[in-house]
């Protein structure tokens, strides 16, 4: 039976019939708007269509020699678990040998590939998404996850039907996995510094995890927002979101904490404050990152995405230690694999994924291994605060990740008809916020850099009905202002552009 896009709520064919909606086939993941009691919003996906993406899945990795053993695991939400029982279901169906590894944060389902040698993974989570949101992130070839490829294939499989359902699967489910997780995280790290450090974690999941981890390295931790709470009732465990940054930056100032670390829902990322309460933009806690790895590891290659600051490039404590970087497209699917292609000890996205391969990761992205980087970096730098190694860098000015609703069926479109308006004007020698544009950039979306390096990108969100802005200037917060609004102007050419979530 192929699924419907559309099914109405409360009616026979809804209990019966698998719902589906094509476009929570994302770029490298899958997100359907779910529901929960109350909302008005119509169900993107139903428990049926859950199943059919199951024996999707089941097939696809069976089909890419991937054998039929796979990892599962849920997030912290009240359907979750039903959620990732249907998934199982699903799988079973298709012939898979399903373990289960129970609640967990995303990159402890990844760990579970490498510790269960099994090569595939399904973790049922729609990271920092509102509440009512759900979603899968899935990879056959550790520690690598689905890219458009194999979402495009996976799509057709579920939305045509067309999955092999011939049973024979089984079911296993792995307890105490949690403790093994945390084990291996803090196996062989500890800090001689006397580091206070609040741990935030907006009521996500990752509060099951990140202050126990930290404590184990020698941290003195203040928990904010730990307790496991669906409702998300105080902010989106998102450490991009200012609302998130600004709790944090409180209760650094607060309790007198020498740093303050977030992460989201699904606990694969983290955002950081510093001692004075600055929120530093995780493309800066990358190039610092880059900074403490370059100086143990000579001529390092890091991988950075296009929404990052050009600092990767230009740094010059960076080019004294021979740090080559590869400027890729946003995403973590995008760049986990750009980090394996050319072998980099690390890859760094503005929206806070950290890749490390080894000897510091096993190269999937890990909020906690990220927060134990930093507080091993401000280990070796015992005479210095998080604030000075910051201060450290060349001054900047950037932008937080900004994000106007544009709806999924058109938001490539738009941005198509942006790339192409900004290309028109380079050619016709048109100015972006009263200078020449020097470059544009279009391996995803559009970065436009004006002459004296201030730079503005635009591109669709991967996961989310948005579109993403980011803009930067090496210059002065008033270029950085005036390459938002020139931005801002071609955006509003396009009447489906909407409303931002935050602003400069």
Not at 27 to 53: C, K, M
Not at 72 to 93: C, E, N
């Amino acid at each position: 039976m192929k699924p419907l896009a559309q099914i109405a709520p409360n009616t026979f064919e809804f209990e019966t019939t698998p719902l589906v909606k094509p476009t929570g086939f994302r770029e490298y993941d899958a997100r359907w708007w779910f529901g929960h009691p109350g909302s008005d919003t119509p169900p993107e996906i139903n428990l049926l269509g859950i199943q059919a993406l199951g024996m999707g899945l089941g097939t696809l990795i069976r089909q890419r020699g991937a054998g039929p053993d796979i990892v599962i695991a849920h997030d912290f939400r009240s359907y979750s678990l039903g959620i990732k029982l249907a998934l199982a279901q699903g799988l079973m169906a298709a012939g898979a040998n399903v373990k289960d590894i129970g609640l967990a944060i995303t990159p402890m389902a990844y760990f579970a590939q490498f510790a269960l040698d099994v090569p595939s993974v399904a973790m049922v989570t729609a990271s920092h998404n509102e509440n009512g949101w759900t979603g899968v992130k899935m990879g056959c070839e550790r520690p690598l996850t689905f890219g458009p490829d194999e979402m495009g294939a996976l799509r057709d499989l579920v939305l045509e039907g067309k999955w092999e359902a011939p049973g024979g699967g089984s079911y296993e489910a792995i307890g105490g996995f949690r403790e093994r997780y945390i084990d291996e995280l803090v196996e062989g790290h500890g800090i001689g510094r006397k580091l206070k450090v609040v741990a935030a974690c907006g009521n996500g999941t990752a509060g099951a995890f990140a202050p126990q981890a930290l404590e184990r390295i020698g941290c003195e931790v203040i928990p904010l927002d730990v307790e496991l709470d669906h409702t998300f009732p105080r902010y989106n465990p998102n450490p991009e979101d200012m609302q998130m940054l600004h709790a944090i930056r409180d209760a650094v100032l607060e309790h007198g904490a020498d740093v303050g670390l977030g992460f989201d829902g699904d606990g694969d990322r983290c955002g950081v404050v510093d001692s004075k309460g600055r929120e530093i933009f995780a493309d800066k806690v990358g190039v610092m990152l880059a900074r403490d790895i370059a100086a143990q590891h000579p001529d390092p290659k890091f991988v950075a995405d296009v929404k990052s600051t050009g600092l990767y490039k230009t740094d010059p404590v960076l080019a004294e230690h021979g740090a080559e970087t590869d400027y890729w497209k946003t995403g973590h699917s995008y760049i986990k694999r750009r980090v394996t292609e050319i072998g980099a000890i690390a890859g760094f996205e503005k929206s806070g994924h950290f890749f490390f391969n080894p000897p510091i990761g096993h190269g999937y992205d890990d909020g906690l291994v990220t927060a134990i980087a930093i507080c091993e970096m401000l280990d070796r730098n015992p005479d210095k605060s998080m604030g000075e190694l910051y201060d450290a860098l060349p001054l900047t000015f950037g932008s937080p990740t900004m994000s106007p609703h544009c709806d999924d069926e058109v938001k490539y479109e738009v941005v198509d008809r942006v790339v192409k308006r900004f290309e028109e004007m380079k050619a016709q020698g048109e100015t972006v916020g009263g200078q020449p544009i020097a470059e544009l950039v279009t391996v995803n979306g559009v970065r436009i850099v004006a002459e004296d390096g201030t730079w503005g990108l635009v591109r669709a969100s991967s996961n989310k009905p948005e579109l993403v802005v980011v803009v930067e200037s090496p210059v002065s917060d008033a270029r950085k202002v005036q390459m938002f609004e020139a931005v801002d102007a071609v955006l509003r050419e396009n009447p489906e552009v909407g409303d931002y979530n935050q602003t400069l």
